[in-house]
């Protein structure tokens, strides 16, 4: 039983509930009983640790199980599960440079996402996974699709989308397709085999930036959608 905040151990787990921590480490915390017994029927990630409370039962044979107080437990369940959180080696997340990205060649239509909300993050990578995107980049402005927000509004789909690690939204090349503002309405837009769909930053889209291929979702009443449900109705006109 962990009960002192001075325990290494301790400060390991709580610093995954940071970008920093989990850029630090490789790990990552699966919070939620729903989201721990679903992940347990079919392993897709090696499990390093079991962290529970005083009193908790282990859920994963392989895990090394570690007890923590209820003060320090409450601490690492930042979204309050109050159920048994699995520590999980991070897949592997290939990172592209600048470089790269002026040959890159999709397969299929992917999606660039520079969201810096976990929780639309997590939302977003959700749908692309309903909608079966291939691969999902996330531009330097994005949060850490890793962060517990994020794994729990992604309902696990964190754990079986694959995803790199891009550039800064603005040096992503001029073929990109922009869902954007102004552009060809969705309807007309005839899209490619092999492309990159590109979202704007929440609140600021592309700033000065401008793209070849500009598509929009035209509305009635209201000047623009949210990130996720704009990016969702793209992806499914293009399924």
Partial sequence: MIESAQNDTYKKLLSLTTAKGLKAHGLFLLPGEKLV??????????????????GGAPVASSAAPIYLSRALFDDIDV??????????????MPILSDEDMKNYAPAGIELAIPVGDPANLGAL??????????RVILTREAAHPFLPKSVKASAGSVLRVPMARG??????????????????????????????????????????RQFG????????GVESLNVVVAASIALSRIR
């Fill in 37 to 54: 017994r679903e992940f347990l029927r079919a392993p897709c990630l090696p499990v390093v640790y079991e962290i529970m409370p005083p």
């Fill in 79 to 92: 979204l309050g599960t109050h159920f048994n959180i699995l520590v999980l080696e991070q897949p592997p």
């Fill in 125 to 134: 990578i959700r749908s692309c996974e309903a909608f079966a995107v291939p």
């Fill in 167 to 208: 550039p800064a939204l603005g040096d992503f090349p001029d073929t990109a397709i922009a869902l954007d503002i102004a552009g060809t309405p969705i309807d007309d837009f005839v899209w490619p085999a092999n492309g990159m769909l590109l979202i704007g930053e929440e609140g600021q889209g592309f700033g000065c």
């Fill in 213 to 220: 291929k500009r598509v929009t979702i035209p509305t009635k």
